[in-house]
T-cell receptor, first 112, second 114 residues
Framework: SQQGEEDPQALSIQEGENATMNCSYK?????LQWYRQNSGRGLVHLIL?????REKHSGRLRVTLDTSKKSSSLLITASRAADTASYFC????????????FGKGTKLTVNP | KAGVTQTPRYLIKTRGQQVTLSCSPI?????VSWYQQTPGQGLQFLFE???????NKGNFPGRFSGRQFSNSRSEMNVSTLELGDSALYLC?????????????FGEGSRLTVL
């Protein structure tokens, strides 16, 4: 079963707008990561946030983590058509087997 | 530094056949993980190898197997293929086990079972 669940499943916005994707998970974690996948390609790591961190930035990306609510959000500011992709959260479960468990992803479309 | 290389990129098989997929990790990375990605189930963890030993295994039938060689290259094999095995198989590497940091993914092998 999936540990992380992204919301929404699909998101369509205009270039220049901000895109927010959410991830909820079920059990305590060591860290949470976000990945991007262009259609039919491999995944690319975007950002990692540890369980003792609340917010992290990388370029136009901002990730928040709320361990009390077991949720994370990924914000992409000033989106571009090139940001069109699927975005996945992945969790490293605390006390688990060190494998990363992925959600089903949010498909983001940025219209020019 | 070269990325994770997966071969073949595309292949078509028929039911009942078997298939072997190959993965060469980033130089120096000793951990290799395999994932199956389908539209319905998303990314499902298959197994992880480290230093030629299987460290973790997902919930897949015994038809799915893998191995890792001394140079960290890994192969996975699926025997007695079923239609539902059609998927994108992704390999990912990382330097060591322990704190589950960033995974580096290959471009995947797309398997179609007819």
């Amino acid at each position: 079963s999936q540990q992380g669940e992204e919301d929404p499943q699909a998101l369509s916005i205009q270039e220049g707008e901000n895109a927010t994707m959410n991830c909820s998970y079920k059990t305590s974690i060591n860290n949470l990561q976000w990945y991007r996948q262009n259609s039919g390609r491999g995944l690319v790591h975007l950002i990692l946030i540890r369980s003792n961190e609340r917010e992290k930035h990388s370029g136009r990306l901002r990730v928040t983590l709320d361990t009390s609510k077991k949720s994370s959000s990924l914000l992409i500011t000033a989106s571009r058509a090139a940001d069109t992709a699927s975005y996945f959260c992945a969790t490293d479960i605390l006390g688990g087997s060190e494998k990363l468990v992925f959600g089903k992803g949010t498909k983001l479309t940025v219209n020019p | 530094k070269a990325g994770v290389t997966q071969t073949p990129r595309y292949l078509i098989k028929t039911r009942g056949q078997q298939v072997t997929l190959s993965c060469s990790p980033i130089s120096g990375h000793r951990s290799v993980s395999w994932y199956q990605q389908t539209p319905g189930q998303g990314l499902q963890f298959l197994f992880e190898y480290f230093s030629e030993t299987q460290r973790n295994k997902g919930n897949f039938p015994g038809r799915f197997s893998g191995r890792q060689f001394s140079n960290s290259r890994s192969e996975m094999n699926v025997s007695t293929l079923e239609l539902g095995d059609s998927a994108l198989y992704l390999c990912a590497s990382r330097p060591v086990l322990g704190d589950a940091g960033e995974l580096f993914f290959g471009e995947g092998s797309r398997l179609t079972v007819l």
